[in-house]
Structures are given as structure tokens and as C-alpha cells.
């Protein structure tokens, strides 16, 4: 049998070494910027005054005291009044002494004498709780309204964003190697 020389190869992997840090990304939102400005609305207000009116002639008539023309005119209005009382007076008295049928005697009643009345005219008007008359007049307000403003502005402000690239360090750690050995070759034969 005849034996061959054999080649010996020895074979050796490359290692390779990764060091890896992750990258960091920061991000900032600022608030948008804003300016509000305002302008107050206005109102206005103007009111009259009220009038008011109170009319007291009533009560001063019911006092007596409303005034010498309007006294007269109520003594003309009762002086009616009291000839019609003093008409049918008189024709009662009459009728009483022309009765001779009744027993009394009405001569002898007649024949005394009557007081005046001086209170038959009756010049002063009816007293009455509701004798002064008031009555107020209200009028409107004028009501004016300036309407206000508001002026918004916005600015929206941009991102802050900071980046930090990460590190990739990739490096030999061991060569690839390959390595022959040759067989010993024995020349002297």
C-alpha cells in the first residue's frame, strides 16, 4: 500500500468584538406663546328722574281750605240744598198746625224757639283717607353698551430636540487564520 503525504490545515475563526451604546433623543415641546390683551366693555346709563305729582286739593277742600273760589261754589251747590230743606220745613210745620184732628196742640211746639243751625251749609268736601291723589311718572333709562374686544395671539414655539448619536465600536478581537502543515518529507530515501 502506498501512503500519501498528508497536508495538515488548521483553521482558526475570526472574533470579532461590538460594543454598542444606544443612541438618546431628547425632545422638548415649549408651550405655545401666547398674548391676550383685553379692552373692557362699556355701559352707559342716563335716567331722567321720575316726576312725581301730588295733587292735595281734595283733602284742603275737606279741611275747609281749598281755596275762596271753590268755598263759594260749594256754598252756591248747598244753599240749594238747604232752601229745599227749609221749603219742606216749612210745609211739614204747616201741615202739623192745619191737622186739626191731631190732639197736640202745634202752635204751642212751633212757638218755641229753634236755635240757628249754622251748620246746614256744609262747604267742606268729603273727609276720606284717600282724598291726596299721588301719581309718579318713571321714565326709561337709556342703557348704551360698547361691547369689548380680545386679541388673542399665539405663537406656537418649535421643538427642542437634542440627539445624542449612540457609539458602534466594532473591533478584531482575533484574526481568521489558516495555517498549513506540510508533511515531513523524507528526502534521503
Known amino acids: 500500500m502506498v501512503s500519501f503525504p498528508v497536508v495538515q490545515i488548521q483553521t482558526q475563526n475570526a472574533k470579532l468584538g461590538i460594543v454598542a451604546n444606544r443612541g438618546v433623543l431628547d425632545f422638548e415641546q415649549p408651550r405655545a406663546t401666547m398674548e391676550i390683551k383685553t379692552t373692557p366693555p362699556k355701559l352707559n346709563i342716563n335716567s331722567?328722574?321720575?316726576?312725581?305729582?301730588?295733587?292735595?286739593?281734595?283733602?284742603?277742600?275737606?279741611?275747609?281750605?281749598?281755596?275762596?273760589?271753590?268755598?263759594?261754589?260749594?256754598i252756591y251747590q248747598e244753599a240749594r240744598r238747604v232752601g229745599m230743606e227749609g221749603i219742606a220745613r216749612i210745609v211739614d210745620e204747616g201741615n202739623r198746625m192745619a191737622a186739626i184732628q191731631n190732639k197736640a196742640d202745634a202752635f204751642v211746639e212751633l212757638?218755641?224757639?229753634?236755635?240757628?243751625?249754622?251748620?246746614?251749609?256744609?262747604?267742606?268736601?268729603?273727609?276720606?283717607?284717600?282724598?291726596?291723589?299721588?301719581?309718579?311718572?318713571?321714565?326709561k333709562p337709556d342703557i348704551q353698551v360698547q361691547d369689548g374686544q380680545l386679541s388673542i395671539e399665539t405663537q406656537v414655539n418649535k421643538p427642542i430636540m437634542n440627539n445624542r448619536s449612540g457609539i458602534l465600536d466594532i473591533y478584531m478581537i482575533q484574526y481568521q487564520q489558516i495555517q498549513f502543515t506540510p508533511p515531513q518529507i523524507d528526502v534521503m530515501k
Open 48 to 74: 331722567e328722574n321720575g316726576e312725581l305729582h301730588i295733587d292735595q286739593s281734595r283733602a284742603w277742600d275737606a279741611y275747609g281750605t281749598g281755596g275762596h273760589l271753590k268755598m263759594m261754589n260749594s
Open 111 to 139: 212757638a218755641h224757639f229753634a236755635p240757628i243751625r249754622f251748620n246746614e251749609f256744609n262747604y267742606c268736601g268729603d273727609a276720606s283717607f284717600d282724598n291726596v291723589d299721588i301719581n309718579y311718572i318713571a321714565h
